[in-house]
């Protein structure tokens, strides 16, 4: 009974979330982005005890995609209320759940107590979700070894956006732990990539998100010069 009432009281508060937040664990961190307005924030942090709970819960019952789904849109809520540490709490705690389950699109063989496992795509926004908060909190080795795996995902993906932006925070994170040469090589692959992105890239992505991957390089190329 106590299951019951959990996994109804996740899927509440779940679809409440995916009703208010749009779905940006990775990159599209401002608040005047189509669904992104002061009054779903503060819906959300008002019932963010409850959000907590659905996490841990899900991570309890070992079942790390619905998890997932949930992060991708607390992401920008995460940065935006500064909430680094917990942010990167909960997703570390996702990925170590995960690294013992397969991937729908490939992996290892399933381990037995765990229900589900997430798809490559949703890996690759968990780590770079890390290395983004790992960054935010000056934990730079950590950051660039997080996003260093998420853009190996992207690239064999050939999800060119992604991998721009994926790209772009290596830059600044090779740049802040003292390696400009490579954050300068970082960065400008990051802009070619930017460049070839069309509308066919986007795989359903709305069309601000190429402006505003174009914005983050052009101020971590303006770091760079200026360091």
């Not at 109804?8 to 979330?17: D, E, K, Q």
């Not at 664990?25 to 608040?31: C, K, N, P, S």
């Not at 908060?133 to 997080?146: N, V």
Request: charged share 25%; glycine share 8%; net charge negative.
């Amino acid at each position: 009974q106590i299951g019951v009432l959990r996994e109804r009281h996740a899927g509440f508060y779940a679809s409440m979330v995916e009703q208010l937040l749009p779905d940006t664990l990775a990159g599209r961190w401002t608040a005047d982005l189509p669904g992104w307005s002061v009054d779903t924030a503060r819906q959300v942090e008002s019932e963010y005890d409850n959000v907590r709970s659905v996490l841990s819960w899900w991570i309890e019952s070992r079942r790390p995609e619905p998890a997932v789904r949930l992060v991708r849109r607390l992401g920008a809520f995460w940065n935006l209320q500064g909430l680094y540490v917990e942010g990167h709490r909960w997703l570390v705690d996702l990925l170590v759940l995960d690294e013992r389950t397969p991937w729908p699109d490939g992996g290892a063989s399933r381990v037995a107590d765990c229900v589900e496992g997430t798809a490559a795509a949703d890996r690759a926004f968990v780590l770079d979700g890390i290395g983004m908060f790992g960054a935010h909190q000056g934990d730079y080795d950590e950051a660039l070894a997080r996003l260093e795996k998420s853009a190996a995902i992207w690239r064999a993906r050939g999800d060119l956006l992604m991998l721009a932006q994926s790209l772009g925070w290596l830059s600044l994170g090779a740049r802040l732990s003292g390696n400009p040469a490579q954050s300068l090589e970082q960065l400008e692959e990051s802009r070619r990539l930017v460049g070839q992105c069309t509308l066919n890239t986007f795989n359903g992505r709305p069309d601000c998100f190429v402006p505003l991957v174009e914005i983050r390089q052009k101020l971590f190329f303006e770091i760079t010069l200026q360091c």
